[in-house]
Each structure stands twice: as C-alpha cells, then as structure tokens.
C-alpha cells in the first residue's frame, strides 16, 4: 500500500484528475452540445485521446521528480519519493512504459493518415518533457511557457483531432464550427494564462532550492519582486477579460454563469492579486498556489453551463 501511495504521489494523480476532468468536460459539455452525440467509433477516439494524454503527463511528472531529486531534498524533503521509496531504476521505468503507453494510444485513436501530425505533437510532447525536466525548467521563462502551453494542449489536442483545419479554414465555415473554435481559444487561453501565473508562483516558492542548483527562474533572474509584477499584470489581464466576458453573456441571459464566474473565478483572482504582495515565506506562496490550483478547478467546471444553456 506505501508504494501505490508514493507511485500515486510520484505521477501526481490530483494532476492526472484534472485532465480527465477537463477533458470529458470539453467533450460532452462543448462538443456535443454544439455537434450533438458522437457515435461508437468517437467516443472510442476521445476515450483514447484521454488515456493518451493521461500517459504522457504521468510520465512527465515522473521525469521532472527523477531530475529535481537533489532541489526536492531542500524544497520540500516530506515529500520525496524518487530514490526513497521508488527506486531511481524503476522510476525511470515507468517514465519509459507510460511515454509509450501515451504514444501507443495516439496513433491507435488518430487514422495516421489525417492526424500523422498530432501523433507527432504528442511525441514532442514526451522529449519536450524530458528537456524540460533536464535544462527548460532552470531556465528564464522558457520553462514556464512550456508548461503553460502543454497545459492548453489538453484541450487543443482534442479539438484538432475533430477535424483537420486550419484556423482561416475553420473561421470561413458554418456557425458551429465557429463557435466550438471561440470555446477551444477561451478554455485554452484561460488555462495557458492560469498556469503561467502559477509555475512563476510555484518557482517563487521553490527559491532557496533553485537558486543552490544554479537555476535561472524569473525569481532568481529578476527578483522576487519584479516576478510578482510579472504575475500581477497577467492576473489583471485574466480577470479582465472575464469580467468583459460577463458583459457578453449577461445580455444572454446567463444569469447563473455569470454569477458563478463572478463568485468562483473573479472574486478568488483578486483574492490572489491581494495577497501577492503581501506574501513573503514559502508557505505564503504555497497558499496562493492551492489558490491558483482552485481557480484552474473552477473553470474547469464552468463548462457544465455550455451544456445547460442553449
């Protein structure tokens, strides 16, 4: 039971959930609200893509702990496992098996013929990881924008596996279309832009660490202080833009969504912006990371209205 535990805690599973989450939101929430019940070779398409996805993040959080072993002793020494409880052998092992699990169920899902390119994305996927994990993460920016991006690429990915367009191609075609490829850029926006925030956060909280291993984070690079203006202006930016969102929707009638967004999403952004600079010890930083990562959640959910309203 203690190496199921430390695996589950090595992959990340809270994580894992929140791409399954997303995902089956997207489809059923979006997709088929907009298009309608997909049939039995679909649904078979998106099962995979979810497996796929799931894979891949597995084994990229496996990567990133088998290389942050040495920063993860100083950062956050109760939670390592890598070494500990897993042996670093195996740990690479599973690395290896889910990688090609993720890749296996891409191509099995996608006509390689149509999709050859997003079986390649996701493989890119995998070393981009890697690269990540080995020499991105500890570098300015570049990291976090790497994440950020794969984090929209949950979503992303599932709309370009519907059809094979591109963006000129889709913005010329009926209403639906239109209007699922407004959705796709609002949901993968809001989550590139939330997890952007959150990754300068986290590398906030993660410091001393880095900076004994030679890290080059916005922190390190630029101060803890100009990195929180960093997270300010792209906070000010998200809560904007949902707040105009609101002045869209309300003359729809989307009362509840609205409210829900205002409650849920806006409020707890200003809550975050508030206590940013404020905050000065790591465990100030870890309570806005949860707070971000509530945030995520609860866009994640706001999904459920597309399938409510008309």
């Known amino acids: 039971m203690k190496l199921v535990k430390a695996f589950l805690q090595l992959v990340r599973w809270p994580n894992l959930v929140f791409i399954i989450l997303t995902q089956l939101l997207f489809e059923y929430c979006i997709y ?54 897993i042996n670093r052998r195996w740990v690479i092992f599973w690395h290896m098996v889910l990688s090609m699990t993720g890749l296996f169920f891409t191509a099995y899902a996608l006509p390689l013929s149509l999709y050859w390119h997003l079986v390649l994305a996701n493989m890119a996927c995998v070393v981009l990881l890697w690269v990540y994990s ?41 209403a639906q279309d239109a209007r699922f490829f407004r959705l796709t850029a609002l949901y993968a926006g809001f989550a590139f832009i939330i997890s952007l925030v959150r990754e300068v956060v986290k590398d906030m909280e993660d410091v ?71 905050a000065q010890t790591p465990a100030d930083y870890h309570k806005l990371s949860s707070a971000i990562k509530y945030v995520m959640l609860a866009g994640i959910l706001s999904m459920v209205f597309f399938r409510i309203y008309p």
């Open 208 to 278: 001393e660490g880095d900076r004994r291993y030679g890290c080059r984070t916005m922190p390190i690079a630029w101060g803890i202080n100009a990195s929180k203006v960093f997270v300010a202006v792209w906070l000010i930016v998200l809560i904007a833009s949902l707040a105009l969102l609101q002045l869209y929707v309300i003359p729809l009638g989307w009362w509840h969504s609205a409210l829900y967004c205002l409650l849920a999403i806006i409020l707890p952004l200003l809550w975050i912006f508030r206590k940013l600079f404020k």
């Open 134 to 174: 080995t020499n991105l993460k500890k570098q300015l920016l570049v990291g976090n924008l790497l994440i950020s991006f794969l984090t929209g690429w949950v979503i992303l990915i599932l709309f370009l596996s519907k059809y094979p367009l591109t963006i000129h191609q889709l913005m010329s075609t009926g």
């Open 32 to 85: 088929q609200r907009i298009y309608g019940p997909v049939g039995a070779e679909g649904l078979r398409q998106f099962y995979f893509l979810v497996i796929a996805s799931v894979c891949i993040a597995a084994a990229g959080n496996i990567i990133n702990d088998y290389f942050d072993l040495n920063i993860d002793q100083i950062n956050k020494p109760q939670k390592v496992v890598v070494n500990v409880i």
